[in-house]
């Protein structure tokens, strides 16, 4: 690599994004990335991008998009991409750290620092292969997210420094990979893709009780608990669930039967995918949010849903409970009964409701991208070997969200 005057030319980071498309990992790329030129103005910042995400960046002189189509032809594709595509871009880039945001490094060594986010606690979770295990889909697709999985591990000992959004992931990350403990940071994302809320009253005008779930397919989602929970509502209640499911994934024909069987047709109100412009609308909507979900490495529907003053029902996961804290109502997460309950203790107590509105909404403030943006700066600069003028004043202890 080129000799360069850093202090007159800055320094150029390579983001690593090929295989992010959409959902919550876009988010972080972008939020991430424009509080990244804001914090770090003579950073140049080349971002190696899938193809559909490219015009998506923020339009900045120091983000140079490298928009890489072939990684997204196949898995073997992806791996070449790796293993040489990215290797030569750090050398034809002069880049000084590389900063992976796919839970993936190639097995060569770079010749620079790496930051690798791991974003994906399924990995890492029994729970969750258990459900892979039991997914009617093809044995390939299970072979492949094994052997991904090697490969995430691989990716964890081989980095300079490893990111997660929760102490539950960086503890079962440490149990299933040989990696020192320091080499781990947490930071928390921010508040998804809404802004601030207000504390809501219980809207006893409305006909109906809006409940919620914002959600993409997986198995780990827990939908069938949802569904059995609705199911006991409507007997005493007016009750609909809202929930944000694309009709065109395969796994839909299996959930809308689902919902048939459990005669809740009328009940359930799909929006489909929702556009990053809308989903602050769809919060204002509902009156209680759920969030069943066997396995997160952060949920941000649960943030956005705690960020918008919404009272939530959670199921008592450890992520869960350490992004939550007090402000959610924790059931069993195969507890649609005790759900159902805590459904309609919420909306049959107007005191009880607002209390639960503020506490969400206070919880939902402790979530900061220029925060988590500062967070993620200081890993980078200590992996640079800088002097702390830019990093910022450390909270105390790795979580300061724990309540």
Not at 298 to 315: D, H, I, K, T, Y
Not at 374 to 382: F, G, K, T, Y
Request: overall charge neutral.
């Amino acid at each position: 690599m080129v000799a360069r005057d850093q202090d007159e030319i800055g320094l150029n980071i390579l983001i690593n994004a090929v295989s992010i498309k959409e959902g919550g990992s876009s988010v972080v790329l972008l939020r991430l990335l424009e509080e990244f030129v804001r914090l770090r103005p003579g950073f140049r910042w080349y971002v190696a991008v899938h193809p559909s995400m490219a015009a998506a960046l923020p339009s900045h002189p120091e983000i140079i998009a490298r928009p890489v189509g072939a990684a997204a032809r196949s898995p073997a594709y992806l791996r070449l991409w790796y293993e040489h595509g990215l290797p030569k871009l750090v050398r034809d880039c002069e880049i000084d750290l590389v900063f992976s945001q796919t839970n993936y490094l190639p097995t060569r060594s770079l010749g620079v620092p790496t930051l690798l986010l791991v974003q994906h606690a399924g990995h890492f979770s029994d729970e969750f292969h258990a459900l892979m295990a039991q997914e009617p889909q093809s044995r390939i697709r299970n072979w492949v997210f094994k052997v991904t999985g090697r490969w995430v591990c691989r990716s964890v000992a081989a980095a300079s420094a490893v990111t997660v959004q929760t102490s539950a992931l960086a503890q079962a990350i440490l149990c299933a990979v040989d990696v020192p403990r320091e080499r781990l940071s947490v930071v928390p994302h921010g508040p998804g893709l809404v802004t601030a809320g207000t504390v809501r009253q219980l809207n006893r005008g409305r006909p109906g009780w809006r409940i919620g779930y914002v959600s993409k397919h997986g198995v780990q989602k827990n939908f069938d608990v949802l569904f059995r929970a609705v199911q006991l509502l409507r007997e005493h209640h007016p009750v609909q669930l809202i929930v944000t499911l694309d009709e065109r994934a395969p796994a839909f024909r299996r959930i809308a039967a689902r919902i048939a069987e459990l005669g809740l047709t009328d009940v359930v109100r799909n929006l489909g995918e929702i556009p990053r412009g809308s989903i602050e609308a769809v919060y204002e909507q509902l009156d209680v949010f759920l969030f069943p979900s066997l396995c997160e490495s952060f949920g941000f529907p649960l943030v956005e849903a705690m960020a918008s003053g919404l009272p939530v029902v959670g199921a008592a996961i450890a992520s869960t409970r350490e992004i939550g804290g007090q402000a959610i109502e924790y059931v069993e997460p195969q507890d649609h009964r005790a759900m159902a309950d805590a459904i309609v203790r919420l909306m049959t107590d107007p005191e009880y409701y607002a209390n639960r509105s503020a506490a969400s909404l206070e919880r939902g403030r402790q979530f900061s991208w220029p925060r988590s943006a500062e967070e993620n700066l200081a890993m980078i600069d200590r992996l640079l070997g800088k002097s702390d003028e830019h990093s910022p004043r450390r909270r105390t202890g790795a979580l300061a969200i724990h309540g």
